[in-house]
């Protein structure tokens, strides 16, 4: 990685990634310190479910923040719930935060929404209408 690359504002990391996901059909919202929220909008719970209180959908977090094993390089980490609601969010790589389209393919293939011919195959339940 170049040295201007290294140095990119965080914002503009942040925008490069919020600009990928919408071109996958993501949203992403943008919280301070390098936080970005995303939902898949096909994955949100029908509001006249009565359950659909209790589910959160299909939603997933990364922050943007510096790799000490790559030499201080900006990174995009998965965040990942902790044991409890006060646990600070378990942190794993996600790939360099300069690599907003492996980022954002990454994050898609998370809150992939399967269709009912890949539920099936997983042993799932198929509905053919």
Same mark, same amino acid.
């Given at each position: 990685?170049?040295?201007?690359?290294?140095?990119?504002p965080v914002a503009e990391l942040v925008t490069a990634?919020?600009?990928?996901?919408?071109?996958?059909?993501?949203?992403?919202?943008?919280?301070?310190?390098?936080?970005? @929220?995303?939902?898949? &909008?096909?994955? %949100? /719970?029908?509001?006249?479910?009565?359950? +659909?209180?209790v589910s959160p959908g299909l939603r997933q977090e990364?922050?943007?923040?510096?790799?000490?094993?790559?030499?201080?390089?900006?990174w995009w980490y998965w965040a990942w719930a902790g044991?409890? @609601?006060?646990?600070? &969010?378990?942190? %794993? /790589?996600?790939?360099?935060?300069?690599? +907003?389209?492996?980022?954002?393919?990454?994050?898609?293939?998370?809150?992939?929404?399967?269709?009912?011919?890949?539920?099936?195959?997983?042993?799932?339940?198929?509905?053919?209408?």
């Amino acid at each position: 990685m170049n040295d201007a690359a290294r140095h990119r504002p965080v914002a503009e990391l942040v925008t490069a990634l919020v600009e990928e996901l919408q071109a996958r059909g993501l949203v992403g919202a943008v919280y301070r310190g390098g936080v970005v @929220r995303v939902l898949n &909008p096909a994955g %949100e /719970p029908d509001r006249s479910d009565p359950y +659909a209180r209790v589910s959160p959908g299909l939603r997933q977090e990364v922050q943007c923040l510096r790799n000490p094993d790559d030499g201080g390089a900006p990174w995009w980490y998965w965040a990942w719930a902790g044991p409890t @609601r006060q646990s600070p &969010p378990d942190l %794993e /790589p996600l790939c360099p935060a300069t690599d +907003a389209a492996t980022a954002a393919e990454r994050i898609a293939k998370v809150l992939e929404v399967p269709s009912s011919a890949d539920a099936a195959s997983h042993g799932g339940v198929r509905d053919d209408g």
